[in-house]
């Protein structure tokens, strides 16, 4: 399912794997014990049979067979998961198939303009049957979230009077808002309290709406047990090991950049979702010991080709401070360049050859070049872009961040420095 290689400047990473070994023990007991009390938790969720249950139950009641829009209203940890997952899978085939549904809308941020859009195309809508609102935070006291969730309410109530039955609420079991969201009588999903929200993409956060669109969450989950019992197997094959022991030596290296460089338009929001996984978790004022250390590494995410058109020449000849790591997956070859071509004598050897033939050429030459230039890099490949693969990859990206953390001497799973800017914002608003 996922293939791991590396080509990373001759430094060896087995000496570093081999300190993670009581880690993964740990981890391994952890999964193994079936209780939501730890911060890695979230190896549980995809195994988690009630949970699917209790996902399953709440899609009979809400998901509708006029259903055409449903929105998720939440950012971060509670949106970036599934809007990987959706654009991978369904929402890239959205931006040329705009009929389709049902579909997911994403309210993220405060956008008047994106707002404003979503508002105009409720009014296309003619019952509140075409429409399901889920409203997902996991503390359930985001200004972003909770603004752009009264502003949908209040346009649907407009329309329709109360639609309270067409939300559900997705939060921490005891937050405000699941209180909220009970005195209304609003369907809730609730979240296992030491899950964060980079870790939940396999919680009622990213599986109910995932579930609602038609997408196969036992298959994304059934990608995510593999990668947990290879990665957490003894003597397994831990590609997560052996990934977060790469950053971590060529961090030391001076590599304090991983550039994810996807071979697959379609997976540029599991770039996103990776940017905040490496971000939050291991980009930390103080190490787990409480000194002030200012660690991190900066995840960035390009795609291919298109960016080795606009930043290729920094990446092969700027400064060598990043890893990179191709992402690529078998792509389809049915799109073809025909042999009767309107211009036969331009760039003659792409005549006959698929998108795919000239996709993979373009990423065997950049891996030639990096070699060339000696600039180290990893690659992943996924069999095919499907629920199983993903899935696959996510929880092992998950796995690798928790010993990245380990590695770097941080904590993997809070993340105190952002809740500075929501204190602040919050009053800020008070005062306007
Ligand atoms: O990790 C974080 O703290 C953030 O990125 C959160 O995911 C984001 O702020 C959303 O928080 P919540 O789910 O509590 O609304």
Redesign the pocket.
């Known amino acids: 399912m996922l293939q791991i290689q590396t080509e990373h400047a001759g430094v060896e990473t087995d000496d570093v794997v081999r300190q993670l070994e009581e880690y993964t023990t740990r981890l391994r007991e952890v999964r193994s014990s079936g209780a939501y009390t730890e911060f890695e938790s979230s190896l549980h969720l995809p195994g988690d049979e009630d949970l699917l249950a209790r996902v399953q139950a709440v899609a009979v009641q809400k998901v509708t067979p006029q259903l055409k829009y449903h929105i998720v209203v ?5 949106n ?1 998961g599934t809007k990987a997952v959706y654009d991978a899978l369904m929402g890239y085939r959205d931006l040329m198939s705009i009929t389709e549904s049902p579909r997911l809308l994403f309210a993220e941020t405060s956008d008047p303009e994106g707002l404003s859009q979503l508002l105009q195309l409720l009014e296309t809508i003619s019952t509140p049957e075409e429409v399901l609102v889920s409203v ?7 200004t972003e ?1 909770l603004a752009n969730f009264e502003i949908i309410m209040e346009r649907l109530g407009k329309r329709f009077g109360d639609v309270t039955s067409r939300v559900v609420a997705i ?1 921490d079991t005891g937050s405000k808002l699941a209180t909220a969201a009970a005195d209304k009588g609003i369907a809730t999903l609730e979240m296992p309290l030491p899950v ?3 870790y939940s993409v396999f919680s009622a956060v990213g599986l109910f709406p995932l579930l609602s669109v038609g997408i196969d969450i036992v298959a994304l989950r059934r990608g995510a047990v593999a990668s947990l019992e290879r990665c957490l197997a003894k003597d397994g094959d831990n590609i997560a090991a052996q990934s977060a022991a790469i950053l971590a030596l060529q961090q030391k290296n001076g590599h304090h950049i991983n550039d994810n460089f996807f071979f697959h338009p379609e997976l540029e929001s599991v770039g996103k979702w990776y940017r ?1 996984l490496m971000g ?1 978790s291991v980009g930390k004022e103080q190490s787990l010991l409480g000194e002030v250390v200012h660690a991190g590494i900066t995840p960035t995410v390009s795609l291919g080709s298109t960016d080795l058109h606009s930043v290729g020449q920094l990446y092969l000849g700027g400064p060598k401070d990043k890893l990179t790591t191709f992402v690529s997956a078998k792509q389809s070859a049915a799109v073809q360049v025909p042999t009767e071509r309107v211009f036969p004598d331009l760039v003659p050897m792409i005549s006959g050859k698929s998108a795919a033939d000239i996709m993979s050429a373009i990423l065997a030459g950049v891996k030639i070049a990096y070699q060339k230039a000696e600039l180290p890099f990893m690659e992943v490949v996924l069999d095919t872009v499907d629920e199983e693969s993903i899935g696959a990859f996510l929880q092992f990206k998950m796995l690798e961040m928790m010993y990245l953390g380990q590695l770097l001497g941080v904590n993997s799973f809070d ?1 105190p420095n ?2 500075s800017y ?1 204190i602040e914002t919050k009053r800020l608003l008070e005062g306007a």
């Open positions: 939440g950012i971060g940890g509670s970036l997902i935070s996991k503390s359930g006291g985001t979230t939060t964060g929200g980079r905040q939050e993340q952002v809740e929501k």
